[in-house]
């Protein structure tokens, strides 16, 4: 069975994903097109996807037949009107992030989704797909003993006038909230931010780089360094500390060359390539689940929970040195 | 455009290019089968292809106007008749190693090919395809100036008892003879292989390890330990040393751990993982060059200079020490 | 000229640096031996220095005509006083860990010297003369810009009953506390602990790990892992990341093996071996430094800076996770 | 007991040698000098040996009654006469590479030390010493089973237009040829050399790079590079593959950095520093034995085989790519 797919949103990412479904990934294609810019969607069809239909409305797209499964990569505020319509639907939903922009919004998906009764919703964390984490998982749960810490770095080279110190947490550090509960199977009880020294490449608006301490329910300890002026690459680190021994996440793959007096790996700069195989994956998952109905991968739930987690470290940041406390409703049973 | 497909042998191989051409890879559906054993083709249709037809010959296989290309992967005496039968029939046709069983059975296909006037074969010399030895040649071809000498190792942790001498060439340096060929744009023009002290774990039928001494046209000397009982896993090493640097093919992915008194990381110990991924990738290259009518990648000739490299080779291991040249006819213009 | 030293305590360390200087290092000599156990100078006078004399107490040691300088390797308890004659006598006096068993204790020390008016003391910080932290520290004051965090760990395979909470800090991380005011040339304001989830491996009077978090008068924020029971060996690790880039403390020689399906190197387990060239460097130092009747390297302010530093982040450890501000006196200009 | 040293030759390695003796290591002093350029040895007792005698020839010092061993570091074609001087002398006596001009040469020397019936040459082969290499010798003996195969490599950033094709054996290769007969304990049967395509950076007197394929008694298969115009370091390379694994020579300690895209160590680029360490310790053991009258470590016997084997290398340059067998005499009891 081929899963029919319809696309909200074709910028660079919708675009991107559409490609992999139509060129890439056996078992779907992309049979129906929609942006609030209909030059978007005009230029994948004609580019990627010929016969798909364009939509005018996001809803309109939802509610059309031919549709099996949407595709919501939209603007974020967006996100959760398009993610509510395919639930009401009941059609699988895969969905960028922010699922919402709030707490709340996140919640009442997580609301509809519940009351549907059945999984409809993947949130588009791709770092659970990528296979370097995926060896990480492995080795954690099967050869260093229970972890005890986390230590890691998320660190870009630069980044825009725009980006302001709150975007660290929503923008940067969401990537590790999410990942790290999936990894050791675990919640966060707290937050604590600190503020090193400030780098000199940081411009006016930004704190950079900062420490995100965060605590878990089975009181593992995680620290994270967030350094988005780190100037020399994209560079993201994380090492789990456990009974018996650590484990690495591994770097990405690269040529040793010994050259100029120096024995060297390249390290990426562009954050784009650094999970570029795990959007296959994760989109390899989403039709899989698709063409059975349903959704698995990262859940609403998880982006609900991801987004009180967020909420809670913009606190800690705004609150500087002061442990918050994070408190979390009761998992519902379809998330168990 | 759907590229329809048929598989001539339905084997380990056969059958996992069918799986990934049916439930991976966008492009291309499996709509014909065959094999000498029916039961063979009948599970790869009931498992992977319903839709498929079992043809009692690969030659009718071939003629069947529903079959656009052809995926030779039965026993390996055959390849050559199934090859010259599409080449015959003007489709595109992907051929599992070896191209054919002698140096001639190689030259007649390429007879054919050359008549023929455009390219319809790709042999399955993977290797080209994997990750690792295209960022190699990225490093190569940019950045370490002219190649003067590549020190390689082909290891496996063990080999059954019919695995003798000459197949270290056939089976197991084939690899290598090609994807230097393609690492280093260059042709080999002598081969030596010498004997170091034997392996206590070596069956009484395998010289192990051996050590081949290959010079190409440029003046390019490779050496490659070919060491087939080496225990401790499957590892395969490139280093490619030129005017300015040297370059490494990258380790695989795998996870540093510190545990038990090591820093480690886990080496295969199966060949059959080291170059999964690029499985896919070179029957993506295959579709995608069939659904324009023509071939790309390792060609009839690539398989041609294997054959008489690896004869040269076999030759080398029965002089042992002494240097045996190596003579090609001139590249036809269809290859250059 | 030969440096006459005397040596007070003669258990293993004194011991082991009375032969260093006796039979490793050129330009000094032993000559006079203490030990509130005779029997222990007798053994080093017969293994190691036969024409030393044994005096009956440090006092008497001190004041002999013959003794240029004096090493302490006594009891700690017993090192303020040998110490403060050693100053009165106006003699070159190495000091091992702890300088005085009290903040005010090592003050009367650097009072001592102070009114002297010229270095005497020279204290057995050893990690200073490691020639993997002196290549790091090169490279931090050269090549990384000004630093702004330092991620650390401190890690040994196991503990003894005896060894109690606070022990995390006068004994494990005081090592950490000297070198990075060395390494970054700077003193710190603040300190917190973080007590993660508990090893099953730790005994019932030690909680283990500890996260400490010190901050620095520059901003710099550093963040030590002491784990003592984390199994896998003795590992200690540190990464200086500064504006411009990384830089990680090298990991001890050692052979790298693929064997066993594992990529490997060895890892210590024993705390003696990892900074045993160390010793001879800063005997080295102490020796240069009294054949001109001073001394170099750590000074009796970076032992009092430590007491005080460490007595903070054991009131950290008493205070869980809250920020215990640490407070310095004007560094006297003997010590600028 | 203190070993009085006297030094013939007062050029750059003798002047070092002779203040590692003064100043580093304890047990011996410089009582005497001599240079054919007697400003040398006037330059060397002003900055380092203040009391020692200035003797007007090499005999002369080696007779004078106050000079209990002997450290030749002259110009090498005067190496033979002072050894034999000094084993007439019945003093132990050092002697840089090389032993003697020829391989008769050492072996008179070899002839006369055994007349005399116990040791008293140590040859400067000083990665004997080496840390590095000492613990790959104890991996090799004790982890990897059978050694079978030894790749490895020599290179230089660059040499002056003075280095000829020999060169590239006597002044390159010499060093290996030593520290793999002592690492395998084995003697070797053939040579042969290739030559790869010419770095264009090579100067027209020198053949660079060349491969050298040499094979020992027990048929362990050891192949070097040597490229002496690498341009990017000066790197030492040992691989040794046994039968149960592989062991790799350590890098030199560096630090990692990352930075500008590039997570990278240093390479050394001058040879002086690569086994400086080394230097100190092949002089300690010197010492040592002379105070016990006699001498350990390379033996005038490896002086010897050396000086044979470089003959048979030599011999392989010019007869390209043809095998040379290497015969040696049996070994005298005194070596064995």
Redesign the interface.
């Known amino acids: 069975m081929t899963v029919k797919i319809g696309v909200i949103g074709t910028g660079m990412i919708g675009r991107d994903h559409a490609r992999r479904i139509?060129?890439?990934?056996?078992?779907a294609e992309i049979v129906a097109l929609s942006d609030v810019n209909p030059d978007g969607a005009k230029a994948v069809q004609s580019d990627i996807a010929p016969a798909a239909k364009i939509y005018a409305t996001g809803e309109d797209l939802i509610a059309a037949p031919e549709v099996d499964a949407v595709l919501v990569t939209s603007w974020g505020a967006t996100h959760e009107q398009y993610v509510l319509a395919s639930i009401a639907a009941g059609k699988p939903c895969f969905c960028e992030k922010p699922l919402a922009t709030t707490a709340e919004g996140a919640k009442r998906i997580v609301d509809a989704e519940v009351a549907h009764g059945t999984r409809l919703v993947q949130v588009g964390f791709m770092r659970r797909y990528d296979?370097?984490y995926r060896?990480?998982k492995?080795?954690v749960d099967s050869?260093?003993?229970?972890?005890?810490?986390v230590?890691a770095a998320h660190r870009n080279?630069t980044v825009p006038e725009q980006y302001i110190t709150p975007m660290a947490i929503h923008d940067t550090l969401i990537h590790e909230i999410d990942v790290f509960r999936w990894l050791l199977d675990d919640d966060y009880v707290s937050a604590q931010v600190?503020?090193?020294?400030?780098?000199?490449?940081a411009h006016a608006k930004v704190a950079d780089?900062q420490?995100v301490?965060l605590?878990t329910k089975?009181?593992?300890?995680i620290?994270v360094?967030v350094?988005v002026n780190?100037?020399?690459?994209y560079?993201i680190q994380c090492q789990v500390?456990g009974?018996?021994?650590?484990?690495?996440?591994?770097?990405p793959?690269?040529?040793?060359?010994?050259?100029?007096?120096?024995?060297?790996?390249?390290?990426?700069?562009d954050w784009k390539d650094r999970f570029i195989d795990s959007y296959d994956v994760e989109l390899k998952d989403f039709i899989e689940a698709a063409s059975r109905g349903t959704a698995s991968g990262p859940s609403s739930w998880d982006g609900f929970v991801a987004a009180i987690t967020s909420d809670a470290c913009v606190e800690a940041q705004e609150k500087s040195?002061q442990?918050v406390p994070i408190t979390l409703p009761e998992t519902p049973a379809l998330y168990r």
């Open positions: 139509q060129n890439v990934l056996a078992g296979a370097g060896l990480l492995q080795v050869q260093i003993g229970a972890p005890l810490m230590h080279p600190v503020f090193p020294r400030r780098s000199g490449h780089p420490i301490l605590e089975k009181g593992i300890r620290d360094e350094f780190c100037r020399y690459g560079d500390v009974e018996e021994g650590l484990a690495n996440l591994p770097e793959m690269s040529i040793v060359t010994r050259k100029d007096a120096k024995l060297q790996n390249a390290i990426m700069t040195g442990i």
